[in-house]
């Protein structure tokens, strides 16, 4: 059937414009851009709102196998299509982890028979996550792996660390770090400061994140290999990754949505839905991180989805599980930098579809000729209140319960087949 997507705001990240338009669709792919309605193709009359690029989410985690009852492929697939997210970039931190091609080629299969989106898997960089012996990174390639990370686990070999990146280069592999110090960070739930210590909280120094990304840096000017740091978050990294590029290192950053948008004060009394890895930053380090996606230095925004279960938040916040969900907050939740006036639509949109995209070598985050047509329609201004048993994943561990928010996906396209229409 032919789609043809009429009174649109078109956001085309890729260009930088915002403008009123019309999209043609047929097949699964784009057509034709601001093209006249073609005969017996099906209208869609978007009312003026916004028609941009479906985002892709890099570093979603899912519970299958071994914690289903966190999150399936199936509740995070409709979760994403809810939220606006056609392509969901998944974890290996999952029990056991994603570490060989058969536990890969299984997941595989197991996503697309459940899930609404698409669902791209990261392997594991070491066996078993343990950080000493890698993965055999050529078979996981071949069976579809887009990257390859231990998550959270941050190699702490340094050798093996080397070797992994020594023979990724020579497969054009990508790798994701988690640029902390592991033995400064371990035991902590909050960034040190002020309030660490007037809440009694363990903290982990900024300086933590600076000393892990400064040894991962070196080793990626030793190896030439193609790095990502998963999140960047506070102010003293940035230098770093800014001359780390102006040298010519195949470096790519991405932050949270939660790191752009919250600050150390939010977890106010021991407020555990807070509690994040890393943990949340100075109202200073947040502002410096709107900055540096504004200007490029930051080329992704990620919710970093991290479901957990009731039990597991519902502890001292030094017990409580870290993470939160994100997938159908990335979208209202990012939103909020742009009704503040720090970033518009394009740029916004660049850094939750195309850069990701880009960067992994996927077709999608494009409004162009020949692109999936892998869409969302939504309003930047509809005002809501969020209630976190509205969420369509299985755990409702979200920040931003009971927060005024604006912004509401309206309708989302997978390879041009609908696959969510607000009620």
Request: hydrophobic share 40%; with cysteine; glycine share 12%.
């Given at each position: 059937?032919?789609?043809?997507?009429?009174?649109?705001?078109?956001?085309?990240?890729?260009?930088?414009?915002?403008?009123?338009?019309?999209?043609?669709?047929?097949?699964?792919?784009?057509?034709?851009?601001?093209?006249?309605?073609?005969?017996?193709?099906?209208?869609?009359?978007?009312?003026?709102?916004?028609?941009?690029?479906?985002?892709?989410?890099?570093?979603?985690?899912?519970?299958?196998?071994?914690?289903?009852?966190?999150?399936?492929?199936?509740?995070?697939?409709?979760?994403?299509?809810?939220?606006?997210?056609?392509?969901?970039?998944?974890?290996?931190?999952?029990?056991?982890?994603?570490?060989?091609?058969?536990?890969?080629?299984?997941?595989?299969?197991?996503?697309?028979?459940?899930?609404?989106?698409?669902?791209?898997?990261?392997?594991?960089?070491?066996?078993?996550?343990?950080?000493?012996?890698?993965?055999?990174?050529?078979?996981?390639?071949?069976?579809?792996?887009?990257?390859?990370?231990?998550?959270?686990?941050?190699?702490?070999?340094?050798?093996?660390?080397?070797?992994?990146?020594?023979?990724?280069?020579?497969?054009?592999?990508?790798?994701v770090g988690h640029t902390q110090e592991a033995g400064?960070?371990?035991?902590?739930?909050?960034?040190?400061?002020?309030?660490?210590?007037?809440?009694?909280?363990?903290?982990?120094?900024?300086?933590?994140?600076?000393?892990?990304?400064?040894?991962?840096?070196?080793?990626?000017?030793?190896?030439?290999?193609?790095?990502h740091i998963d999140q960047i978050t506070t102010a003293?990294?940035?230098?770093?990754?800014?001359?780390?590029?102006?040298?010519?290192?195949?470096?790519?950053?991405?932050?949270?949505?939660?790191?752009?948008?919250?600050?150390?004060?939010?977890?106010?009394?021991?407020?555990?839905?807070?509690?994040?890895?890393?943990?949340?930053?100075?109202?200073?380090?947040?502002?410096?991180?709107?900055?540096?996606?504004?200007?490029?230095?930051?080329?992704?925004?990620?919710?970093?989805?991290?479901?957990?279960?009731?039990?597991?938040?519902?502890?001292?916040?030094?017990?409580?599980?870290?993470?939160?969900?994100?997938?159908?907050?990335?979208?209202?939740?990012?939103?909020?930098?742009?009704?503040?006036?720090?970033?518009?639509?394009?740029?916004?949109?660049?850094?939750?579809?195309?850069?990701?995209?880009?960067?992994?070598?996927?077709?999608?985050?494009?409004?162009?000729?020949?692109?999936?047509?892998?869409?969302?329609?939504?309003?930047?201004?509809?005002?809501?209140?969020?209630?976190?048993?509205?969420?369509?994943?299985?755990?409702?561990?979200?920040?931003?319960?009971?927060a005024r928010m604006e912004g509401k996906v309206l309708?989302?396209?997978?390879?041009?087949?609908?696959?969510?229409?607000?009620?």
């Amino acid at each position: 059937m032919t789609l043809h997507f009429t009174n649109a705001g078109l956001i085309n990240p890729e260009t930088g414009t915002d403008a009123p338009g019309s999209l043609t669709v047929l097949g699964g792919r784009i057509v034709a851009v601001d093209g006249p309605r073609p005969g017996g193709a099906m209208e869609v009359d978007c009312g003026g709102m916004c028609l941009a690029p479906g985002i892709v989410d890099w570093g979603v985690k899912i519970g299958e196998p071994g914690e289903r009852h966190k999150e399936s492929f199936r509740s995070a697939g409709l979760a994403a299509a809810a939220g606006g997210v056609t392509t969901i970039i998944a974890r290996p931190d999952t029990n056991p982890a994603i570490d060989t091609p058969e536990m890969l080629e299984f997941v595989t299969r197991r996503a697309a028979d459940a899930s609404p989106v698409r669902i791209r898997h990261m392997a594991a960089l070491t066996k078993g996550r343990e950080g000493h012996e890698m993965t055999e990174i050529g078979f996981l390639l071949d069976a579809g792996a887009i990257a390859f990370t231990d998550g959270m686990k941050v190699v702490t070999d340094t050798k093996a660390l080397s070797r992994a990146l020594v023979y990724a280069k020579a497969l054009g592999a990508l790798v994701v770090g988690h640029t902390q110090e592991a033995g400064l960070s371990a035991g902590a739930s909050a960034t040190s400061g002020k309030f660490a210590s007037l809440r009694g909280l363990p903290g982990v120094s900024a300086m933590a994140e600076r000393i892990g990304l400064d040894r991962d840096l070196g080793l990626v000017e030793m190896t030439g290999a193609r790095y990502h740091i998963d999140q960047i978050t506070t102010a003293r990294s940035l230098p770093a990754l800014e001359r780390a590029k102006k040298n010519g290192f195949d470096v790519t950053a991405g932050v949270s949505v939660h790191h752009l948008t919250l600050n150390e004060l939010d977890v106010g009394d021991y407020r555990t839905f807070f509690k994040l890895t890393p943990p949340l930053r100075s109202e200073e380090d947040r502002l410096a991180m709107v900055e540096a996606v504004a200007d490029g230095l930051i080329d992704c925004i990620s919710s970093f989805h991290t479901p957990a279960d009731e039990e597991s938040k519902r502890l001292p916040f030094e017990e409580a599980a870290s993470g939160a969900v994100g997938l159908q907050t990335l979208l209202p939740a990012a939103l909020r930098l742009y009704h503040a006036g720090q970033l518009d639509l394009p740029t916004l949109l660049r850094a939750l579809t195309l850069n990701p995209a880009k960067r992994l070598g996927l077709p999608q985050g494009r409004l162009a000729e020949g692109a999936p047509a892998d869409l969302m329609l939504f309003d930047p201004d509809a005002p809501f209140v969020m209630d976190r048993f509205s969420l369509l994943s299985k755990s409702k561990n979200t920040p931003f319960d009971g927060a005024r928010m604006e912004g509401k996906v309206l309708g989302t396209w997978v390879g041009g087949t609908q696959v969510y229409a607000a009620k």
